[in-house]
């Protein structure tokens, strides 16, 4: 069920993005930003379900806290100078740790009450909810602790926002510069939704990431090809992932333009 719902999460989410480049072909637009937003409502919807929207905030903060993370990779820390001074970073660092377990704790007590309360029969189908099962299993030694739901909720995070977003900015730039790759890549990811729903599920973070990876490229495959605009400059940044420091400035071109002009 939650595979189903993620796979339906991702379609609906790319076809908003596609009916929002309509309209847009021969004109310049920033791609890492577009799949940004693509992907924040995408696992959003996918890992809160109906709290989607009380989801902005916490993917808000944990935004904040990979570029902090990020920017403090190989500061070598001393254990007991730490204990009792802390740099700037660290102190928002632990700031945004506490913001994002109190909104996920919020979230967590709703699903709970509508089950006490009786408006629902279990926590949900999506990511936290399954989640929220595992962190009140009857049985202590398959329970989740609340560490361990903090840290399946970064991973997603991470995994199916930053992860992804960065792949297909990078992909759609690759194939900007290299145009004859573009038609094999969109044969070869010819969308087909069932497909999607199999595979190992050793990693749920690595198959929600291929999967929604998949499935955008093949619907935006299918209606674009990409010109690298003149005012992109290439200039890669480690954040936690590669992101490119000025954005990716693309220039669509719809394929069915061509289909038309043949009929």
């Known amino acids: 069920m939650f595979w189903q719902n993620m796979t339906l999460a991702v379609i609906a989410s790319v076809e908003t993005v596609l009916e929002k480049w309509k309209g847009q072909e021969g004109k310049e637009i920033e791609v890492f930003g577009e799949f940004r937003l693509l992907t924040s409502e ?5 890992a809160l379900g109906s709290n989607y929207l ?8 944990l935004n904040k806290l990979s570029i902090l993370l990020n920017r403090n990779a190989f500061m ?3 254990p007991f100078i730490n204990k009792y001074w802390k740099t700037a970073d660290l102190i928002e660092s632990d700031k945004l740790e ?3 377990q109190e909104c996920v704790m919020n979230i967590v007590r709703k699903i709970e009450d509508r089950v006490v309360n009786g408006e629902a029969d279990n926590f949900g189908n999506d990511f936290l909810g399954l989640l929220v099962s595992a962190y009140r299993d009857s049985d202590e030694k398959n329970r989740l602790s609340l560490e361990d739901l903090m840290g399946e909720c ?3 995070y991470f995994a199916g926002q930053e992860t992804v977003t960065s792949l297909l900015a990078w992909v759609v730039f690759l194939l900007a510069v290299h145009k004859r790759f573009a038609e094999g890549i969109a044969k ?3 969308y087909n939704a069932a497909a999607y729903l199999l595979g190992p599920r050793s990693c749920i973070g690595m198959t929600f990431a291929t999967t929604e990876t998949k499935i955008a490229l093949s619907m935006i495959l299918q ?5 690298l605009s003149p005012a992109y400059v290439h200039s890669p940044t480690p954040v936690i992932t590669l992101r490119p420091q000025h954005g990716i400035q693309i220039i669509l071109e719809s394929l069915h333009k061509y289909t038309e002009a043949k009929d």
Do not use: D, H, L, Q
């Open 54 to 61: 009380e989801g902005e905030e916490i993917f808000a903060m």
């Open 76 to 78: 070598t820390r001393i």
């Open 98 to 100: 506490k913001g994002i």
């Open 223 to 227: 209606r674009y090809s990409f010109n």
């Open 42 to 46: 995408v696992i959003s919807r996918t």
């Open 154 to 156: 970064k991973t997603f």
């Open 188 to 190: 070869a990811t010819k």
